[in-house]
């Protein structure tokens, strides 16, 4: 007998009617109209079921400290480092593990269920570092959380960047980072870039860089980190994350750097709500959108995926955890409203953000983990038009999460009724 028989299920690719059978926190078989018997059944009612969300980009160290020990008034980046700076003599290892633990609450709830999140290794205390492989520990039963160990005021240009960010690695820290356009000069930041894939390949590590976060067109360290993760072998373990600068270089450099990028097989991850917010602000009108080339990346062939970023930190007010008002502004921003863009938006917060992540036994296909999303819509567009309900949330085929379809009671002259903003 089956562990659990999800029946009349759409999924992601439109196959309609489809049922998934599960044994043992696998998925043993996916077919249309599955007869079987089943410990547990489920009417998935023709609506979306999906792998689950994965947010391959999060500071999950700043989570939900909005407010400590101020808010950020003009809602810039350099505001917001020097809050982070503000807030770094305050924290406890406490505090920092039971907001993550809250948002992981919030992660599971809505569906995310694997997030590499950045950790800041500058402090020589580590406390940050210490207090997210606790998270970890705590989360692995239900959530999967990949740790970068990331110097974000400069692994060359703060004094001990190297010790403290190796003592990071050696706690157990599974991603090499790095800030390179943060340190003081452009060759600098190139050497950054070389130490640490040196770094990475000699420990096996994969790579996951903020990289040329800035509207500068000359920011190109990208160029670097494709250079080195092709020298060293790295192809298909190495990310550059933000990339924004790329929005504002001129079109013939990119012309040579995206094949460059697509033949080291490096992935890229555009953070949307955090570039739409943070980019451009020294611009006056017409201001840049600051996010990268989204479609240019993917029509080469490169895995793209969307991140969150932040969520309620010095950086973003905003944010619940919710990856599908992250591809939904991924799509607005990259302006990616074709049938075939708004899936692929959809798919750079679950299949393709997974594969960022090297994740196992990751999607919808026999032999995967049964970790899924039941979600009150009928395909990916609809879902992300409606940041749609999570109806249930299954890892390894264990339920974690359900919520109440949404509806909203009507009462209007001369009539009541119902609605869910779905068409009829
Ligand atoms: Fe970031």
């Given at each position: 007998?089956?562990?659990?028989?999800?029946?009349?299920?759409?999924?992601?690719?439109?196959?309609?009617?489809?049922?998934?059978?599960?044994?043992?926190?696998?998925?043993?078989?996916?077919?249309?109209?599955?007869?079987?018997?089943?410990?547990?059944?489920?009417?998935?009612?023709?609506?979306?079921?999906?792998?689950?969300?994965?947010?391959?980009?999060f500071?999950?160290?700043?989570?939900?400290?909005?407010?400590?020990?101020?808010?950020?008034?003009?809602?810039?980046?350099?505001?917001?480092?020097?809050?982070?700076?503000?807030l770094?003599?305050?924290?406890?290892?406490e505090?920092?593990?039971?907001?993550?633990?809250?948002?992981?609450?919030?992660?599971?709830?809505?569906?995310?269920?694997?997030?590499r999140?950045?950790?800041?290794?500058?402090?020589?205390?580590?406390?940050?570092?210490?207090?997210?492989?606790?998270?970890?520990?705590?989360?692995?039963?239900?959530?999967?959380?990949?740790?970068?160990?990331?110097?974000?005021?400069?692994?060359?240009?703060?004094?001990?960047?190297?010790?403290?960010?190796?003592?990071?690695?050696?706690?157990?820290?599974?991603?090499?980072?790095?800030?390179?356009?943060?340190?003081?000069?452009?060759?600098?930041?190139?050497?950054?870039?070389?130490?640490?894939?040196?770094?990475?390949?000699?420990?096996?590590?994969?790579?996951?860089?903020?990289?040329?976060?800035?509207?500068?067109?000359?920011?190109?360290?990208?160029?670097?980190?494709?250079?080195?993760?092709?020298?060293?072998?790295?192809?298909?373990?190495?990310?550059?994350?933000?990339?924004?600068?790329?929005?504002?270089?001129d079109?013939?450099?990119v012309?040579?750097?995206?094949?460059?990028?697509?033949?080291?097989?490096?992935?890229?991850?555009?953070?949307?709500?955090?570039?739409?917010?943070?980019?451009?602000?020294?611009?006056?009108?017409?201001?840049?959108?600051?996010?990268?080339?989204?479609p240019?990346?993917?029509?080469?062939?490169?895995?793209?995926?969307?991140?969150?970023?932040?969520?309620?930190d010095?950086?973003y007010?905003?944010?619940?955890?919710?990856?599908?008002?992250?591809?939904?502004?991924?799509?607005?921003?990259?302006?990616?409203?074709?049938?075939?863009?708004?899936?692929?938006?959809?798919?750079?917060?679950?299949?393709?953000?997974?594969?960022?992540?090297?994740?196992?036994?990751?999607?919808?296909?026999?032999?995967?983990?049964a970790?899924?999303?039941?979600?009150?819509?009928?395909?990916?567009?609809?879902?992300?038009?409606?940041?749609?309900?999570?109806?249930?949330?299954?890892?390894?085929?264990?339920?974690?999460?359900?919520?109440?379809?949404?509806?909203?009671?009507l009462?209007?002259?001369?009539?009541s009724?119902t609605?869910?903003?779905?068409r009829?």
């Open positions: 007998m089956l562990d659990l028989l999800i029946h009349n299920a759409t999924l992601p690719d439109g196959r309609e009617n489809m049922s998934v059978a599960v044994q043992d926190g696998r998925i043993v078989d996916i077919q249309s109209q599955l007869v079987a018997e089943a410990a547990d059944r489920v009417d998935a009612g023709g609506m979306l079921l999906s792998p689950p969300f994965c947010d391959p980009h500071h999950m160290d700043a989570t939900l400290s909005y407010g400590l020990p101020r808010v950020n008034q003009s809602g810039t980046l350099l505001e917001g480092i020097a809050l982070w700076g503000e770094k003599p305050h924290l406890t290892e505090a920092l593990v039971s907001r993550a633990l809250q948002y992981c609450d919030w992660a599971v709830a809505k569906g995310l269920l694997a997030i999140s950045h950790v800041d290794t500058s402090d020589p205390s580590l406390l940050p570092v210490r207090a997210m492989l606790e998270v970890k520990r705590r989360v692995a039963p239900y959530l999967d959380l990949q740790l970068v160990a990331f110097p974000q005021d400069g692994v060359l240009r703060a004094p001990g960047g190297l010790d403290n960010l190796t003592q990071a690695l050696d706690l157990g820290v599974d991603v090499v980072g790095g800030i390179p356009h943060f340190e003081r000069t452009m060759a600098e930041g190139a050497q950054s870039v070389r130490l640490l894939c040196e770094l990475a390949a000699e420990r096996g590590l994969p790579v996951d860089m903020h990289c040329d976060e800035s509207d500068d067109p000359l920011s190109r360290h990208i160029e670097t980190l494709a250079f080195e993760a092709r020298r060293l072998g790295m192809q298909g373990r190495v990310n550059g994350s933000h990339l924004t600068s790329m929005h504002s270089m079109n013939y450099y012309s040579k750097l995206i094949p460059l990028i697509a033949e080291a097989q490096v992935s890229a991850v555009a953070n949307p709500l955090i570039n739409i917010t943070l980019q451009g602000r020294h611009d006056s009108y017409p201001k840049r959108r600051g996010m990268t080339r989204v240019e990346l993917m029509a080469a062939g490169i895995t793209v995926a969307f991140g969150h970023d932040c969520v309620m010095p950086w007010s905003m944010g619940s955890g919710d990856m599908l008002e992250v591809a939904s502004m991924g799509m607005h921003v990259a302006q990616m409203t074709s049938q075939a863009g708004m899936l692929a938006c959809f798919e750079a917060v679950t299949t393709q953000a997974a594969k960022v992540m090297q994740l196992d036994g990751y999607g919808l296909r026999r032999g995967a983990r970790s899924m999303v039941l979600l009150q819509a009928r395909n990916p567009v609809e879902a992300m038009r409606l940041r749609a309900t999570r109806l249930k949330v299954w890892k390894d085929g264990q339920l974690l999460a359900e919520s109440a379809p949404s509806s909203t009671l009462h209007l002259p001369g009539r009724g609605t869910s903003f779905m009829d």
